[in-house]
């Protein structure tokens, strides 16, 4: 970990320095359970910006109770936030899917964690099986769309632009630009982008 991740933003707003206070004032309670205690010290370090730490605490969360729907979208926004798609994270996640094998969230975060670590074999079977419980959801459509870029499968990226186009309006373009941009790298020709 860096130091940064320990640094308190000196601009933040003062009230959510307050609640990170009162935050980690439950965490050192101890008539908390483990799993009240570890999500208030995630909520303080989430507020206060270190993520790192954040992701720690929800992660012994999610061990303890890994239906908390909440503390995974506080995680994974903490993960976001820094770039974290580690091995622990991936295994959380996974551990997440082993007790709800029908989670599309988890799993489009777990296909994304993937992709990010360069995991791509994996990435792609998760995404495939978060589209096949419920294709509503325009996220998997457009990290699976970009790893399609990305392997040059201009066909299957501009299928996925397709159905993202039904789903989502500003998504389709984004996917279309990274495809638009792949191709031009691969290809040095802005006519044969497309």
Same mark, same amino acid.
């Given at each position: ?9 000196? *601009? ?12 980690? =004032? ?7 359970? *483990? ?30 109770? @890994? ?7 506080l ?46 074999? =994996?990435? %792609? ?6 589209i ?5 959801? @325009? !996220? ?13 499968? =201009? ?6 632009? =397709?159905?993202? !186009?039904?789903?989502?309006? @500003?998504? @389709?373009?984004?996917l279309?630009?990274? %495809? ?10 802005i006519?044969?982008?497309?």
């Amino acid at each position: 970990m860096t130091n940064s991740t320990y640094r308190l933003p000196l *601009d933040d707003d003062p009230e959510d320095i307050k609640l990170a206070f009162e935050h980690f =004032k439950e965490a050192t309670n101890v008539s908390l359970l *483990d799993l009240e205690r570890h999500f208030q010290l995630g909520m303080a370090c989430y507020r206060l910006g270190c993520y790192e730490v954040a992701v720690s605490a929800f992660r012994m969360v999610l061990g303890i109770y @890994p239906d908390d729907a909440e503390t995974f979208d506080l995680m994974k926004s903490a993960c976001t936030s820094v770039g974290l798609y580690d091995a622990g994270v991936i295994e959380t996640c996974t551990k997440i899917i082993d007790h709800n094998p029908k989670n599309t969230s988890v799993l489009t975060f777990l296909g994304e964690c993937y992709h990010k670590v360069g995991l791509r074999d =994996k990435a %792609i079977p998760v995404l495939k099986e978060a589209i096949a419980i419920d294709p509503r959801p @325009p !996220s998997p459509h457009l990290i699976l769309g970009k790893m399609y870029a990305e392997l040059g499968d =201009k066909d299957s990226a501009m299928e996925e632009y =397709k159905v993202l !186009s039904c789903l989502d309006k @500003p998504r @389709p373009e984004i996917l279309l630009h990274f %495809i638009c941009s792949r191709s031009y790298l691969k290809s040095n020709n802005i006519a044969t982008a497309l």
